[in-house]
């Protein structure tokens, strides 16, 4: 039965989701990628879509921004739509020298400040992470994708987007943090609770240290990179 924040109806999802947090995103993803697509919730305008890829079915559904409202998707999904799979399609804001624009980042780990992940397990630091299967898999996914440039390594998942933290931020490149975004950690963390499986595949959109950014143009065909690479890495771990 459809719960508070979607509307579909059991067997409307795909076990396999990928997630970007753009709604319209999640519709150009539907339109392009998956054949047959056909819109099962938009709730608050927060669209979910499954189709097929190669035959396998798929579904696509926008997070919103932010660890409380990738918790409340993720959660319902696992835990209502008999979903098993996530993988965030998102962007982030590269932190080390080494990264280009449009290079993709498989989180295998989060570091976070949200409230919301220091109150699940208080007095606990918890370790956000994500499934193993999938984040090697995407890894390896990465060489049948033309162009695509993947590094894997840690992400900061932030509360926060505009701050000025200069010194926080430098012990984070220091310790090897690859990238800050918003929603990495929440959906890792629901993914635990669920007994489900979770992953984080990031483009780079911009920088901490630099003014260099993606326009939206460049923005949508680099995406892509991010959005095969998660296809490829469902079907190698079926």
Not at 67 to 78: C, D, G, M
Not at 99 to 117: F, I, K, N, R, W
């Amino acid at each position: 039965m459809p719960t508070p924040h979607i509307s579909a109806q059991p067997g409307d999802f795909a076990p396999d989701v990928l997630m970007p947090g753009d709604p319209r995103r999640a519709t150009r993803i539907a339109e392009t990628v998956l054949d047959d697509a056909r819109l099962v919730t938009e709730v608050r305008g927060v669209v979910g879509w499954t189709g097929t890829w190669q035959g396998r079915p798929v579904s696509v559904m926008a997070s919103g921004m932010g660890v409380p409202s990738i918790s409340i998707y993720a959660t319902e999904l696992f835990r209502f739509y008999g979903v098993r799979r996530i993988i965030r399609i998102g962007t982030a804001g590269g932190m080390q020298r080494h990264l280009e624009l449009g290079d993709v980042v498989v989180a295998t780990a989060a570091h976070t400040d949200s409230g919301v992940s220091a109150n699940r397990l208080p007095g606990l630091h918890y370790s956000h992470a994500p499934s193993f299967a999938l984040a090697s898999a995407a890894v390896a996914a990465a060489r049948d994708v033309e162009g695509a440039r993947v590094h894997a390594g840690p992400v900061l998942t932030s509360d926060v987007f505009y701050a000025d933290r200069p010194q926080l931020m430098q012990q984070l490149v220091d310790h090897g943090t690859l990238a800050v975004e918003m929603e990495a950690a929440g959906l890792y963390a629901a993914a635990d609770r669920e007994k489900a499986e979770a992953l984080a595949l990031l483009s780079i959109s911009d920088f901490t240290f630099q003014a260099a950014e993606l326009d939206a143009d460049e923005r949508e065909r680099l995406f892509q990179h991010a959005v095969g690479i998660a296809l490829r890495a469902f079907a190698a771990t079926d």
